[in-house]
């Protein structure tokens, strides 16, 4: 049974750095791609970054271009997501996601996030 | 960038009913386009995929249909367990990796 769980998460200043991971199991972790996907407290869904299978390709979406790197450890079947310069409007719900199905690109299996919260 | 824009941002029905969703993009994705639900405090869950394709275990009371900018999520005879959001996503062009709507959240009436 594929299965992501996220950690890291917590209460954090303006300005701040947080590095959150997320495990995966139940899967050949190494072979697929990986997301990291947030939602603010009542609000919508929004990608935030993108990791290839090797790492050699990475995006970001605009908000957080600079600020977050995406990475991953294959050896360890674990994804990360250092968060620098946190601001308020990073305050979200942070899902670690996975398209698993081999040609299709929609995420399938989410993790159960873990919240960061930015505030002073 | 490709937006995705979901109408209406709310819905009430009643359990039996039918409803539909709509979801357009700024610019065409072919059929590159998945729907999810959402309950609160869950992950989210992939309902359809390819625009029209039932995830597997989704109930056949939900389907999909639409190509280039214009999609519906249809709810042909609405359970309890149905009321919940439900976002469009498309993962045709990138970067960004994947666009959400802004959501549908579908309420009891």
């Known amino acids: 049974e594929v299965q992501l769980v996220e950690s890291g998460g917590g209460l954090v200043q303006p300005g701040g750095s947080l590095r959150l991971s997320c495990a995966a199991s139940g899967f050949t972790f190494s072979s697929y791609e990986m997301n990291w996907v947030r939602q603010a407290p009542g609000k919508g869904l929004e990608w935030v970054s993108y990791i290839s299978s090797s790492g050699s390709t990475i995006y970001y979406a605009d908000s957080v271009k600079g600020r977050f790197t995406i990475s991953r450890d294959n050896a360890k079947n674990s994804l990360y997501l250092q968060m620098n310069s946190l601001r308020a409007e990073d305050t979200a719900v942070y899902y670690c996601?996975?398209?698993?199905?081999?040609?299709?690109?929609?995420?399938?299996?989410w993790g159960q996030g873990t919240l960061v919260t930015v505030s002073s | 960038a490709i937006r995705m824009t979901q109408s209406p941002s709310s819905l009430s029905a009643s359990t039996g009913d039918r409803v539909t969703i709509t979801c357009r993009a700024s610019?065409?994705?072919?059929?590159?386009l998945a729907w999810y639900q959402q309950k609160p405090g869950k992950a989210p869950k992939l309902l359809i995929y390819?625009?029209?394709t039932l995830q597997s275990g989704v109930p056949s009371r939900f389907s999909g249909s639409g190509s280039g900018t214009d999609f519906t999520l249809t709810i042909s005879c609405l359970q309890s367990e149905d009321f919940a959001t439900y976002y469009c996503?498309?993962?045709?062009?990138?970067?960004?990796?994947?666009?959400f709507g802004q959501g549908t959240k579908l309420e009891i009436k």
């Open positions: 610019q065409g994705i072919s059929s590159y």
């Open positions: 996601a996975t398209a698993t199905v081999a040609g299709r690109d929609e995420i399938d299996y």
């Open positions: 996503q498309q993962y045709y062009s990138y970067p960004p990796k994947y666009t």
């Open positions: 390819a625009a029209s």
